[in-house]
């Protein structure tokens, strides 16, 4: 099991990035979470199926018909073992 945690910079809000991620995860059964940053960015931690987290990966790095993705920050974590998928918004 791995787990991944990174940052997309570019076009990557309101193009439905969080929402894709989401689906592929629940699709692939992968754990974790993804957000919104202050900064424009997107945010997600990835745990599951290296294989798996793999396609999402690939995914990430050209986002949906509307992003435009500049950059991807990898980095791998240790396993922690979250128990689902989720979308963290920000609180008001």
Known sequence: MKRIH??????VQNVGF???IYSLALFYGVKGWVKNLDDGGVEAVFE???NKIDKIL???KGGPLLASVKNVEIKEEDYKGKEKFKILRWKI
Do not use: E, L, T
């Open 58 to 60: 690939k995914f990430c």
């Open 6 to 11: 990174i940052k997309i910079s570019g076009r």
């Open 18 to 20: 969080r929402y894709s």
């Open 48 to 50: 599951g199926n290296k």
